[in-house]
C-alpha cells in the first residue's frame, strides 16, 4: 500500500494493556489522535490508525489493541490482528514495542514477544525499537530521562527484557507522556528522529513477509476501486482504505478471512514459543498464546 509520497514512515505500536500505546502514538503524531484509556486496566481494544505531516514526513501511525489481553474472544484478537498488518501494508518500517518504567517485565509479555517474533520471523528484530514511557516515575528532569532508563536497565531488567534489548541491537529511548505540551512535542520529534535513523539503517527498507503479502495482495483492489471511485490521489485513497478497515466499512467477510490467514500462520508456532517459553522457566496457558496483540 504505496502512497504518493514516498517520504511516507509507518510506525506500528505494540505492548500491553495499559503500556501507554495511545499516549504515546499522540506524542508522536504530536496532536490528540488516539482515545487513551483510563487505568492500567484500560486500553485499545480496536486497532486504531492516524497519520499527519510533521518534519516534512508523512507520519503514519497505527495502534493496536494490547498484547496478552487474553479476556477477549480469540476470533476478536485475531480480526484486530490482521486488521493492524492490513492498515499497516505493505508493512511498518518501525515496530515500536512499549513498554513502562516500572521494573516489571512479565512473563506474558516475553510469551507475547517470542510469540510475534516466531510467526514474522527474525528479520522482525530489525525493525524492532523499545520505548519506555512513565520515565517521569524514575526522574523528574527532562534531561536525565535516557540516562537513568540506561541505568534502569543495567541494574533491574530480568534476562527476558535483555534478550528483547539485544534482539534491538539496545534501540531503546524514554517518554513521559505526562510531560507538558512542549516538552511532549520535542520528544516527539527527538523519537521520530531516531526513528529516521533506524529507517536509514534499513536502506528504507520496511519490514514484509508472506503473511504481508497475502493480506497486501487484498488490499491493492480497494484502493484502486477508491481512487476510480472518489477521483482521488492513491495518497488520499490510501488513507480513506485505511480508515475504512479500521472502521470496518469493508467486507465483513474478508476480516474473517484475514483473521484465518493469521491463525494458520500462528499454528507451526506454537511448539517453538512452548519450547522457548520453557527453557526460561515461565509457566505457560498454551490457548492464550494466540492472544498476541
Not at 25 to 35: D, H
Not at 194 to 212: E, T
Not at 229 to 251: F, G, L, M, S
Request: with cysteine.
Amino acid at each position: 500500500m504505496s502512497t504518493d509520497d514516498k517520504d511516507e514512515c509507518r510506525v506500528v505500536l505494540l505492548g500491553k494493556t495499559g503500556a501507554g500505546k495511545s499516549s504515546l502514538g499522540n506524542t508522536l503524531l504530536g496532536r490528540e489522535a488516539f482515545k487513551v484509556g483510563l487505568g492500567l486496566s484500560s486500553g485499545t481494544e480496536k486497532c486504531q490508525f492516524a497519520d499527519t505531516l510533521i518534519e516534512g514526513v508523512n507520519l503514519a501511525v497505527v495502534d493496536t489493541p494490547g498484547l496478552c489481553d487474553t479476556h477477549r474472544p480469540e476470533q476478536e484478537v485475531l480480526r484486530e490482528v490482521a486488521k493492524s498488518v492490513a492498515v499497516a501494508e505493505p508493512g511498518p518500517h518501525v515496530i515500536l514495542m512499549v513498554l513502562r518504567c516500572d521494573g516489571r517485565f512479565t512473563a506474558e509479555e516475553y510469551t507475547a514477544y517470542i510469540t510475534l517474533k516466531a510467526m514474522f520471523g527474525d528479520d522482525f528484530c530489525k525493525f524492532l525499537f523499545l520505548v519506555f514511557v512513565g520515565i517521569d516515575q524514575v526522574t523528574g528532569n527532562p534531561d536525565e530521562r535516557q540516562s537513568a532508563l540506561e541505568s534502569m536497565i543495567h541494574e533491574k531488567s530480568p534476562p527476558t527484557l535483555q534478550e528483547l534489548i539485544f534482539d534491538s541491537s539496545g534501540r531503546y529511548f524514554a517518554v513521559d507522556n505526562k510531560a507538558q505540551p512542549v516538552d511532549r512535542r520535542q520528544q516527539g520529534k527527538d523519537l521520530l528522529s531516531r526513528i529516521q535513523k533506524l529507517i536509514q539503517r534499513n536502506g528504507d527498507r520496511y519490514f514484509s513477509n508472506k503473511l504481508c503479502e497475502d493480506i497486501g495482495r487484498d488490499v491493492e483492489p480497494m484502493i484502486q476501486r477508491r481512487m476510480q471511485q472518489d477521483n482521488a490521489t492513491r495518497a488520499d485513497a490510501t488513507r480513506a482504505v485505511r480508515q475504512d478497515i479500521v472502521k470496518e466499512k469493508v467486507v465483513l467477510d474478508i476480516l474473517k478471512y484475514w483473521a484465518k490467514v493469521i491463525a494458520k500462520a500462528l499454528e507451526p508456532v506454537l511448539k517453538q514459543v512452548i519450547k522457548i517459553a520453557a527453557e526460561q522457566g515461565l509457566k505457560l496457558m498454551q490457548e492464550n498464546l494466540c492472544s498476541v496483540m
